[in-house]
């Protein structure tokens, strides 16, 4: 069993920054496809980037690409998505999850790929 916590959430002006973390307790993260997935109140939860076991393959969301970069520390058990040039439209929870299937389906964005899912960590941007 794979136990997720984020951290790095708050409340910023448009035009900043933040940094997620995702931290991993009860298995190591090592072998599992790690995504970022976000919710805004009233909406379904989204996909917002993924990253391999390896962190040799990225994905992202078409909203985000280019502004926000995701990447893991194996050593660490840890997952990080920086978010720059944020926008209040990119208010919302955001959730880590981890899982296997990714590896089979090819898809990283797909909420049914990932087994394990963190509680989420708010974040919101005033304009």
């Known amino acids: 069993q794979v136990q997720l916590a984020e951290s790095g959430g708050g409340l910023v002006q448009a035009g900043g920054s933040l940094r997620l973390s995702c931290a991993a307790s009860g298995r190591t993260l090592r072998n599992y496809a790690m995504g970022w997935f976000r919710q805004a109140p009233g909406k379904e939860r989204e996909f917002v980037a993924a990253?391999?076991?390896?962190?040799?393959?990225?994905y992202y969301a078409d909203s985000v690409k280019g502004r926000f970069t995701i990447s893991r520390d194996n050593a660490k058990d840890t997952v990080y998505l920086q978010l720059n040039s944020l926008k209040p439209e990119d208010t919302a929870v955001y959730y880590c999850a981890a899982g296997l299937r990714p590896y089979v389906t090819g898809s990283y964005s797909r909420k049914d790929g990932y087994d394990y899912w963190g509680q989420g960590t708010q974040v919101t941007v005033s304009s």
């Open positions: 990253i391999s076991w390896s962190g040799g393959s990225t």
